[in-house]
């Protein structure tokens, strides 16, 4: 864990030392970064990231939130988003296939599109800048569930909202994975959704207690969802379920603990300043035709290195950042300091 600790203060490091990496190469150009929602820690902290990046090669960054949750209510903020002509649209997507027909609008229009955090679908997107591969994020998060329910019994998952593209991934790397002789004594018994608002989060999260009275671990592959969660059964000390999944260090620091006063042993996640700091360099990458998003094509950073475009396991194309991190005891309060 140590030298997991030590690898992303490095990574943080060079990214806070890098200054000019593309050298004005976005000069005059604009960029509208679209998230899933307002409020939501993990993609401000991306998009804080993203804005310096593009904004220190020269480019306009307008980050850009929905009213709701919702795929509509993306649809509405890229109708305006076209008639403005940017350079760019970088999108988070709250739908995998609701977005197709408006973001082929855009790319017909000259508008590149690329995404992160969450992908639509292959045809929605030129490139996706993934924070980490699916199939790792999804076995890293089966054995925690695995380890902390002791190898048997009953868990459950918290997502975010039915339609999250990079949920539903998650989750089906996990149920694959599970199918596997290891975990056959594991019984997923829900997949319940919380919509990444924290009441919500919590109600859900209150449901799973009441309706599987024998639940042992709780995996919520979302930075909200895990820590209403989290918070909850912390606050009933009578309570033995285990909550894991994916988390802000900072929003989670009360929580993490290896003893039975702490209702999270241990959760994941990633860099999410170099998550948009890579986002934004690949959409400059994108505007200036370095890159088409073809699998095979490569682009440098100076500063962070070269990065691949590869298939994606939804038969499109992606950038993979790296694999997930965990935070534990050891490195949570370390952690919290950073983001």
Known sequence: MKKLLSVLLVTLLVAGLMTSALAGAADGKKIALVGKSAGNAFFEIAAASFKEAGEGEGATI????????TADAQIKVLDNLISQQPDAICISANDFNALQAKLEEAMDAGIKVSSFDSAPNPASRQVFVNQAGTVAVGQALIDAVYDMAGGEGQWAILSA???????????DAMKKLAEDEKYAKLELVEVAYGDDEPQ?????????????????VICAPTTVGIMAAAKLVQDKPDCKVKI??????????EYTGADDAH???YFYLWDMQLLGKLSAYATIALINGDITGAEGETFSVEGLGEFSVTAADDGGTEIVQGLPLQFNADNIEEMAKLY
């Open 62 to 69: 307008d980050v850009v939130y929905p009213e709701a949750a």
């Open 244 to 253: 894991t999944g994916l988390g802000l260090p900072s929003e989670m620091l």
């Open 200 to 216: 919500k989060s919590t109600d859900q999260t209150q449901a799973l207690l009441d309706n599987y009275p024998d639940l042992k």
């Open 161 to 171: 909202t039915s339609q999250a593209t990079n949920q539903n991934a998650w989750i």
């Open 263 to 265: 209702s999270c042993p």
